[in-house]
């Protein structure tokens, strides 16, 4: 949540131009009243207007809110305050080593209790680590330093490609330093290089010269410090739009250093102790155009505000969505794990399918059959990956293709009797999938352990028993880890699922209620832990409720994935591999 003293209908206005036309957010900056960035960046205009003045008085960063977040404190990380959902807040950023690589996983403000992005990213171990926006697509881009040979090499990684590509690179002639940071340094709108030397000054270099020219320097104040611990931070104290660079100083008492990019210093005693182990980072958290201090001790965040609150200011609050959808990275996959993702068809017979069911995903789009088809997912071929498949109702066939791109059908076979429905699931544990029938006239399983041959369909079936009640909507799943699919079935007059870990005539073993009238009951392994649990898709909001236990409650992760024009979304699930 952001704050402006804007009047109500501007931020309405504003809000739904910056949604519709995608608007650029300046790192830094009041969102509200300066960050557009469209006449920054259009030829012929000038440099940088001032800053739009704060709405709040400047406060000493009083003790203030304090949160547990799903980011703790990890000695190896690199922490930052970044903008990776779009939104214009500051999210909290952690990158640690993983494997070969780094994962970055972000939390998203005010409450930091969930993460909202996840990536694995192939970057060499040793690496200083930075991040902030390069491309202008209003979401924080990787930066990647190496000075292991004494001077400092660049790369960039792009956001949009999850930092998989290398966007823009630099060899410069810049000496290794102890710290290093971003920021904007001078009027081009471009990201400049900050080195500071920890008994000497902050150097900031342009990117416009390639990292050759240095902006200016900024020398902190260090006399008395002795062995007391103190951190650097980059943020903008006086407003005017400069650079300036804050030294805190850790223990108790606790006091902030501050050099402005005029020169100026000012010294702000804190009140209230700051731990020596706490890691300290700076951006404007509440929008009122000034820098507030993030303390970071164990899992514990604190937030202390740089801007005061009169009790008379009247402060408009925005970027509080009436239909929250949370911003969700989605369950996490182990290396190395095969987990469910989901998907969907629309009317036009066009199969979307998620690299993974979270928060900036990619997503792999084909056409393959006829818009009146109903849609499934197996692994056919028994090579791991789930691809599409077809009952086609006007001829009684089911259609299989090996591949989830637009193509012909690889395999056919008669299906079953009108009215039947087709499920999907490897009932014997050979690691293939294979086309089964529900009978809702009988609600009665016939299960099959081959897929059919042509107009023979699919012959006699290997199981059939009886479960559940007429009018229950069965789905399939490997519910209790064996290795062999199991059914369920969910009561939508009731909302509840039924669980049946054996394929026989019988009564459920779990059974809970989960999901809403109208809501579409699948199941998938979504964490790889060999499990297959439930989900739903709520199509009055085009959005996936994820539970990592087969139980009743409050679903795990929530996905919004579905037909952005008003068409139909029929769900489906899979294991599946987006962008081969």
């Known amino acids: ?82 903008d990776l959902s779009g939104d214009g807040a500051p999210d909290l950023v952690r990158v640690r080593p993983v494997g070969g690589g780094v994962r970055v996983e972000a939390a998203g403000s005010p409450s930091f209790d969930r993460i909202g992005f996840r990536a694995d990213v192939p970057v060499p171990a040793g690496r200083e680590l930075l991040m902030a926006d390069h491309d202008g697509d209003g979401r924080a881009d990787l930066w990647v330093l190496d000075d292991a040979d004494g001077t400092l090499s660049v790369e960039v990684r792009s956001h949009r490609s999850r930092y998989r590509e290398v966007i823009a690179a630099w060899s410069t002639a810049i000496p290794a330093a102890d710290d290093y940071g971003l920021t904007h340094g001078d009027d081009d709108f471009a990201v400049d290089l900050v080195t500071l030397d920890r008994d000497g000054p902050a150097t900031i270099w342009s990117q416009r010269s390639g990292f050759a020219d240095p902006v200016t320097t900024l020398t902190p104040d260090r006399s008395g410090l002795g062995s007391v611990s103190w951190a650097p931070a980059l943020g903008d104290w006086d407003v005017d739009g400069r650079t300036d660079l804050y030294l805190v100083v850790k223990g108790d008492p606790a006091e902030v250093r501050v050099v402005t990019a005029t020169g100026s210093r000012t010294t702000i005693p804190l009140g209230g102790a700051v731990p020596v182990a706490a890691r300290l980072l700076l951006a404007d958290y509440d929008g009122d155009g000034r820098d507030d201090l993030y303390l970071l001790h164990d899992d514990r965040l604190e937030v202390r505000l740089g801007g005061a609150r009169g009790s008379g200011e009247s402060l408009t609050s925005w970027f509080e969505s009436v239909n929250e959808v949370p911003w969700d990275a989605g369950p996490e996959c182990p290396t190395g794990a095969v987990c469910a993702s989901v998907g969907f068809v629309d009317d036009l017979g066009r199969w979307h399918l998620a690299e993974f069911p979270g928060a900036d995903h990619d997503t792999d789009v084909f056409y393959y059959g006829n818009p009146d088809d109903v849609p499934f997912m197996g692994d056919w071929d028994c090579d791991g990956i789930d691809t599409p498949g077809l009952y086609r109702r006007s001829d009684g066939y089911v259609y299989l293709r090996d591949a989830n791109t637009e193509g012909v059908a690889d395999r056919s076979f008669y299906f079953g009797n009108p009215g039947d429905v087709p499920l999907v699931g490897d009932f014997d544990g050979d690691g293939c999938d294979t086309v089964s029938i529900y009978r809702p006239s009988e609600h009665r399983f016939y299960l099959v352990d ?48 039924y669980l049946r870990l054996e394929q026989t005539d019988g009564v459920a073993d779990v059974e809970f209620v989960y999901g809403d009238p109208g809501d579409t009951v699948v199941a998938g392994d979504w964490d790889g832990d060999g499990v297959d649990t439930v989900g739903v898709y709520r199509p009055s909001e085009g959005t996936w409720y994820l539970n990592l236990e087969n139980r009743s409650g409050v679903a795990d992760h929530v996905v919004h994935f579905h037909a952005h024009e008003p068409r139909e979304t029929i769900p489906v699930v899979g294991s599946f591999r987006v962008g081969d």
């Open 1 to 82: 949540m952001l704050v402006t003293d804007m009047p109500a209908w501007f931020v309405a206005a504003f809000s739904e131009a910056g949604f519709c036309w995608g608007g650029n957010w300046i790192q830094v900056k009041d969102a509200m009243h300066y960050s557009w960035s469209g006449p920054v960046l259009t030829p012929g205009y000038g440099p940088r207007p001032a800053p739009y003045p704060p709405v709040t008085d400047a406060a000493p960063f009083p003790p203030g809110t304090t949160v547990t977040t799903v980011l703790p404190d990890d000695p190896e990380a690199s922490f930052f305050l970044a």
């Open 450 to 497: 081959r897929l059919g041959d042509g107009d023979e369909g699919l012959g006699e079936a290997d199981r059939v028993f009886t479960f559940g009640d007429p009018g229950d909507v069965p789905f399939v799943g490997d519910f209790d880890g064996d290795g062999r699919d199991d059914v369920g079935l969910h009561r939508v007059s009731t909302g509840r699922v």
